[in-house]
């Protein structure tokens, strides 16, 4: 028979249970339950000016959120840069974020994740979609997200260079409080068709060197923003601007966008628009964090006492010039050591290349789907954006050189975890 409680008693087991979770940890769970998940999704196609334009546009997007007074109590920011997470979005997501050219390496080809999508959706998530996320060549993915995000946005072939001066549209609501007027390096290119209760949130002219995609006709304001309040009463936005992620560093696209996120996940928008206190340059400094740094103009001479050393579970890493060490403003290299049986996690650089020698020792080395066995005198060259590892196959540590071209190396993946960062061997 299961027994019943008074209120007291009621408000008794719960008094302990929170005592049990202040014992245990508990409070930072509580706190993540309360908070607004929002995910932030890139792809591994990149917008202009190589790698840089959908990375680099997640990260910001990310710390312009964390950093935001009006948002960071109240949400929580999972970014993904490159690619959809591994366990999906349908399940808690309360607003997804889509950065990255839909017709070119699509996470949504897959039909897991169009599913996941569909899930999330369906659920009552917001979305937000930014440059092209918002279409597809496939025409059965492209009806879904016109459905979705209250457009149709067909792909083109035909963009053109354009500079875009935008500005709010009247009566557009809390997603367009406190943007004032701006202007933007873009790209021109199809047409937008708003569905039946989709609104236009920003416009602006195109003047651009070349012709004008047929899309945009002369004089006419070309929609550049806007908002759907789907049949469900979940919410979408969707710019299509963000080919180059240095846009987020205009001050009015940021308080749009953060808006339009918050807007999008149900969170009150303040009349003056949401904040941000990350670095009016972040874009900037996140594609070129030596930006304010002196160049590099004389020879310099370290001793190892001046090298960095990493401890990592596998291993160790000694760098000895990168642009943090303040001796490069173009190279990193380092001495690598995995130790025997170990191996470090996979993973790729999304801003230089990588050489490997090995000095002694043996490794096995994986590339993407290649895998080689190497040994003392042997070098292999890695190109950005190629998932690799290497095991240690040996009976002893195995010994590297390490050569990056460029002195602020970046990262993606399993890297390894930090056991300590020596300053000092």
């Not at 299961?2 to 049990?20: C, E, G, Q, Y």
């Not at 998530?125 to 459905?147: E, I, K, Q």
């Not at 993407?368 to 040996?394: K, L």
């Amino acid at each position: 028979m299961i027994p019943s409680f008074t209120k007291t008693t009621a408000l008794l087991l719960a008094a302990m249970l929170a005592v049990a979770a202040l014992l245990s940890g508990g409070p930072h769970v509580l706190a993540q339950e309360d908070k607004t998940k929002i995910v932030l999704i890139g792809s591994p196609q990149a917008g202009n000016g190589g790698i840089d334009g959908f990375f680099h546009g997640i990260r910001a997007l990310e710390k312009m959120i964390v950093t935001s007074p009006d948002l960071r109590k109240a949400t929580v920011v999972e970014a993904y840069p490159f690619g959809w997470p591994p366990e999906g979005i349908a399940a808690d997501a309360d607003a997804v974020v889509l950065y990255f050219d839909g017709t070119k390496a699509n996470p949504l080809d897959d039909p897991e994740r169009r599913a996941d999508l569909a899930a999330f959706a369906a659920r009552g998530g917001g979305l937000v979609t930014l440059y092209r996320a918002g279409t597809s060549g496939d025409p059965a993915l492209r009806a879904m997200l016109a459905s979705l995000t209250g457009a149709t946005l067909l792909p083109t072939a035909g963009e053109v260079p354009a500079v875009v001066t935008a500005q709010a549209v009247a009566d557009a609501g809390d997603v367009a409080r406190g943007v004032t007027p701006f202007r933007y390096f873009g790209r021109a290119g199809s047409g937008v068709t708003l569905t039946e209760g989709a609104q236009a949130v920003l416009s602006g002219e195109l003047l651009a060197a070349a012709a004008l995609p047929e899309a945009h006709a002369a004089g006419q304001p070309a929609i550049l923003a806007w908002q759907y309040l789907r049949p469900d009463g979940a919410r979408s936005f969707s710019f299509v601007g963000g080919h180059d992620a240095h846009q987020l560093d205009e001050p009015a696209l940021r308080r749009l966008l953060l808006n339009a996120i918050a807007w999008s996940a149900d969170l009150s928008v303040p009349p003056q628009g949401i904040g941000t206190e990350a670095d009016p340059h972040l874009v900037a400094l996140l594609i070129d964090p030596g930006m304010r740094r002196p160049p590099f103009r004389v020879a310099a001479v370290t001793s190892r006492a001046d090298n960095e050393v990493l401890d990592l579970d596998w291993g160790t890493i000694e760098w000895h010039v990168s642009g943090p060490l303040g001796n490069s403003d173009t190279l990193t290299t380092g001495r690598g050591v995995i130790a025997v049986g170990k191996a470090n996690g996979r993973h790729f650089h999304p801003n230089s290349d990588e050489v490997l020698h090995v000095v002694s020792g043996r490794i096995r080395h994986t590339m993407n789907d290649v895998t080689v066995e190497m040994g003392p005198g042997d070098t292999v060259s890695i190109p950005r954006g190629v998932y690799h590892n290497a095991e240690n196959i040996g009976e002893e540590p195995a010994v590297f050189f390490l050569a990056f071209d460029t002195a602020w190396r970046e990262v993606v993946g399993e890297y390894a975890r930090t056991v300590s960062k020596r300053e000092k061997p």
